[in-house]
């Protein structure tokens, strides 16, 4: 079994140990020694006499070795990642996390990406995850660019498994059907979403019903799918001047719609009124307002 080098571990799969072992970066003694000792072995039998590792068991070991290289017994390692005791492990802190996401995202390495986004999300929630943990990788990478070091790949892989891990938390938030919210869009020409991405899923998990249209999306389509679900609130988020499209706040505002703009690049812009929000906590406090009052 292979690693997809695009998307990390496939679906399902059959790992020698030797295979795992290399993966892992472990000798196969190691490996074996782990199966003996703290029954982390391989749980697929491929033919009568050979063993092997499904996905889901390298995707454990990998957990089990993180948690043992943050300084963790390899039995309370293994039994955290394989029956899930995470509670009687010590907190991460939130530097040691920026610095395990970012030798993974410079390595490439999408399923350990995923992996650790996951457990952040889980540990501190969207909001600290944004701000304690992404924020300060993603700067790095916006100072590395500044002195000259292209770093594309990992700025790309970072945020590609951002968006893709932020869609699995939000999954596991239920909102009745019939339950009027927020509407969350990019300007038509925004391609920069990781912080309306962020907002939607920390509105979420607080009880606010949001729904986010992604970016790149006409502007059209926006007031349509306004028409349609008939939000309490629109958030239209910018990250640039260049990107403001001030034909359709006030094209959602004449559709009686409220509408909140959002991001640095309506700073300083005539909007009219229109209240303006550039952090996370300020528009947490306006969709809290409008939506639970």
Known sequence: MEVDEENGLRPTGSWTPGKVAEVLGI??????TW???YGVGPSLRADGRHRRYSDADVRRLQHMQRLIDRGIRAREAAAAAFSGAAAALPEVPADRRVDELERAAEDLEFASIAALLDETLDSLGAAATWTDVLLPILRNLGGRWQRGDVCFESEWALTTE???????????FATAPSERGALLSCCPDERHSLPVEILRASMVEIGIPAVYL?????AETVAGMASKLDPVLIVL??????????????????QGFEVVVAGPGWEGLDVHGTPWVNDLDGALEVAAERLKS
């Open 237 to 254: 988020w910018s990250m640039s001047v260049t990107t403001v499209d001030d034909l359709l706040r006030r094209r959602l505002q004449q």
């Open 162 to 172: 951002v968006s893709l891990a932020l869609q699995r938390y939000v999954a596991r």
């Open 35 to 37: 199966a003996t000792r």
């Open 27 to 32: 000798s196969p003694v190691t490996l074996r």
């Open 214 to 218: 992604g970016q790149m999306v006409p």
